[in-house]
């Protein structure tokens, strides 16, 4: 993978090919970032131009031998963690269906992973026995390229086993480079922590989801513009949206809020059964649009949604549905919706789930400034 296929970063694009041209190159990294900034991606990006044969001034070559392997996952000199099911299993025994989900793309998040290797319902984690496989792998001479590198994504799910790695990360094997992924920094061991270089990736504008879509789905721009607002900065959001935002969220959404609004139980339980027709995925990106007008709401309540979010089809219902909007609802509004996504994600009953939202939502419409 290659830089220009990492949407946005680009500062800190810069930052890392400048750090290997002037030799500063940290042995022990740790990328943070949410959801969909593009943590794993920026990782795989920049262990290949590390191992690139004719490397760029802002980019891989792409073309060369180690390239050509770095792009299909096959570089012998690159390896990967990453939470799996089980006591003793090891990332390798999902290395097939890890290329495939990468390959189809590098923005998944843990639950859409444990989905992919049939184990949505359980916790993952990175085993005590993977710990011991890295420092096997990575005590193995190099075969090919200039630089051994190990991808951890998700480190959060080692736990305690992490003190394993310690020794390793402080003092890793010669021209080994260790990149920790993290979408959750809060959750790594802070000996962890200590031992590497924080890499710090920042919130995608609309703008960079919008030209993302555009340069690798080839959307239309109505299109694009469409998703990129709902998204919220998540890119793999804005990818699950991309087969949905033909739905009519709109009208389900502006339906819904109106039977909370007048209290009309039977119309609230009729679009709840409605609601739950649609499946998890569209049910998780309809409350992302319901996140989406909470917040245009607020923009167009202070004036700014035109500068922010540039006039829309949306304008005439944002700016009804903003009367019932204020400083005083607008948090737990958006602490409901996000606790409601939480919960469908996690296979929660989605009736349940809708009408605990639509009774919370009620109550809110009746707060006042």
Not at 30 to 47: D, F, I
Not at 86 to 115: I, K, T
Not at 226 to 249: H, P, R, Y
Request: charged share 20%; glycine share 6%; hydrophobic share 40%.
């Amino acid at each position: 993978m290659q830089f220009k296929s990492v949407v946005g970063q680009q500062a800190l694009k810069k930052n890392l090919i400048l750090g290997v041209k002037s030799g500063r190159i940290s042995h022990a990294q740790l990328l943070c970032g949410s959801e969909g900034q593009g943590t794993l991606a920026l990782a795989v990006a920049y262990a290949q131009y590390l191992n690139c044969e004719n490397p760029g001034d802002d980019d891989s070559c792409g073309v060369c031998n180690a390239c050509n392997k770095y792009q299909k996952l096959i570089h012998p000199d690159l390896h990967f963690t990453y939470p799996t099911i089980g006591a003793n299993v090891l990332s390798a025994n999902f290395m097939e269906e890890w290329r495939a989900a990468f390959l189809e793309s590098p923005y998944f998040n843990s639950s859409q992973w444990l989905q992919r290797i049939g184990t949505e319902n359980k916790q993952g984690n990175i085993t005590a026995a993977e710990t011991h496989e890295i420092i096997r792998k990575l005590s193995l001479k190099m075969f090919e390229g200039p630089y051994k590198v190990l991808i951890m994504w998700l480190p959060e799910f080692l736990g305690k086993e992490g003190n394993v790695l310690l020794k390793l990360i402080e003092e890793p094997t010669d021209n080994t480079i260790l990149l920790l992924v993290t979408e959750d920094r809060d959750k790594i061991l802070s000996t962890i922590q200590s031992r590497t270089q924080i890499v710090q990736l920042s919130r995608l504008s609309e703008e960079e989801v919008y030209n993302g879509l555009q340069l690798i789905y080839s959307l239309p721009s109505e299109q694009a513009a469409t998703i990129a607002k709902i998204s919220d900065g998540n890119f793999n959001a804005a990818i699950a949206l991309i087969d949905e935002v033909e739905n009519n969220f709109h009208e389900i959404f502006r339906e819904w809020m109106l039977a909370c609004v007048k209290s009309q139980m039977k119309d609230v339980l009729s679009k709840i059964e409605e609601m739950n027709t649609l499946g998890r995925v569209q049910l998780k990106n309809l409350l992302c649009y319901g996140l989406y007008v909470m917040r245009a709401c607020i923009l167009y309540n202070n004036g700014v949604y035109k500068q922010i979010i540039a006039n829309t089809s949306d304008e005439p219902f944002i700016s009804k549905f903003g009367q019932l909007i204020n400083q005083k609802n607008i948090y737990p509004f958006a602490q409901e919706f996000s606790d409601a996504i939480y919960h469908i994600e996690r296979n929660a009953n989605p009736k349940i789930t809708l009408l605990n939202l639509s009774l919370q939502v009620e109550k809110l419409f009746k707060v006042k400034v």
